[in-house]
């Protein structure tokens, strides 16, 4: 089977505003307060604010572990994305999908992408550059206890979503998963299939060039 390059069959990701009745995507002002989830306007921020309130964390009260997650998230978004949807055999189950018939991709709620971060000897500058993927696995949101009803409710609401977590590998420390809930465009019908060999080497080369530009 061919490959396609990621770099030039992109999945569209882009950003869409937090409020899930809003379909606006670009690059919006981030919430002032968790730094994480982005906005068209001050009334969408009020209008998601129910659901959000759960989430929000202040920046300042979130753990060092959880800023650089933070960091590193936000420079490689789009290639998880891209990663999840490889993962959730998307393209075989869902693409194909149209009009009402693409809830079906609901059924993926019960699962999220499980990711481990190992810390970077000798990152270069930026929080961004502190971690680095080392192994993921699809695993059952159930796992995730008591958040498992609300985080698969915020699924739902924003549709179409994922949900990825993050944990920094500790030897023989407790496994902490920070969870981050990502809405996606749906690919249109003549974007192709990336492949999961392509998306992993799309994230070694873009933390590589993030390092060796932090080092410059």
Same mark, same amino acid.
């Given at each position: 089977?061919?490959? =396609?390059?990621?770099? #030039?069959?992109?999945?569209?990701?882009?950003? $869409?505003?937090?409020?899930?009745?809003?379909?606006?995507?670009?690059?919006?002002?981030?919430?002032?307060?968790?730094?994480? $989830?982005? @906005?068209? #306007?001050?009334?969408?921020?009020?209008?998601?604010?129910?659901?959000? $309130?759960?989430?929000?964390?202040?920046?300042?009260?979130?753990? =060092?572990?959880?800023?650089?997650?933070?960091?590193?998230?936000?420079?490689?978004?789009?290639? @998880?994305?891209?990663?999840?949807?490889?993962?959730?055999?998307?393209?075989? =189950?869902?693409? =194909?999908?149209?009009?009402?018939?693409?809830?079906?991709?609901?059924?993926?709620?019960?699962?999220?992408?499980?990711?481990?971060?190992?810390?970077? &000897?000798?990152?270069?500058?930026?929080?961004?550059?502190?971690? &680095?993927?080392?192994?993921?696995?699809?695993?059952?949101? @159930?796992?995730?206890?008591? $958040?498992?009803?609300?985080?698969?409710?915020?699924?739902?609401?924003?549709?179409?979503?994922?949900?990825?977590?993050?944990?920094?590998?500790?030897?023989?420390?407790?496994?902490?998963?920070?969870?981050?809930?990502?809405?996606?465009?749906? *690919?249109?019908?003549?974007?192709?299939? *990336?492949?999961?060999?392509?998306?992993?080497?799309?994230?070694?080369?873009?933390?590589?060039?993030?390092?060796?530009?932090?080092?410059?």
């Amino acid at each position: 089977m061919s490959h =396609h390059d990621v770099s #030039s069959t992109p999945v569209p990701t882009g950003s $869409r505003c937090g409020n899930p009745q809003c379909r606006l995507a670009g690059d919006f002002r981030r919430c002032g307060r968790c730094k994480m $989830r982005s @906005y068209c #306007s001050t009334a969408c921020q009020q209008l998601d604010w129910s659901l959000h $309130r759960q989430w929000c964390t202040p920046s300042s009260e979130a753990s =060092h572990d959880e800023r650089l997650i933070t960091k590193y998230h936000a420079k490689h978004r789009n290639l @998880y994305i891209a990663f999840v949807l490889e993962a959730f055999d998307f393209f075989t =189950h869902f693409h =194909h999908l149209d009009g009402d018939n693409q809830t079906a991709f609901n059924r993926t709620n019960v699962y999220f992408l499980h990711v481990l971060l190992t810390r970077v &000897e000798n990152p270069g500058r930026g929080r961004h550059n502190k971690l &680095e993927f080392s192994a993921a696995k699809v695993r059952s949101v @159930y796992e995730l206890g008591d $958040r498992r009803e609300s985080l698969q409710q915020r699924l739902e609401s924003r549709f179409p979503s994922i949900l990825i977590g993050y944990t920094v590998f500790e030897p023989l420390s407790e496994v902490r998963v920070t969870t981050i809930t990502m809405q996606f465009e749906w *690919p249109p019908s003549n974007i192709q299939r *990336p492949g999961m060999d392509n998306v992993l080497r799309a994230i070694y080369d873009s933390e590589a060039a993030l390092q060796a530009a932090g080092r410059a």
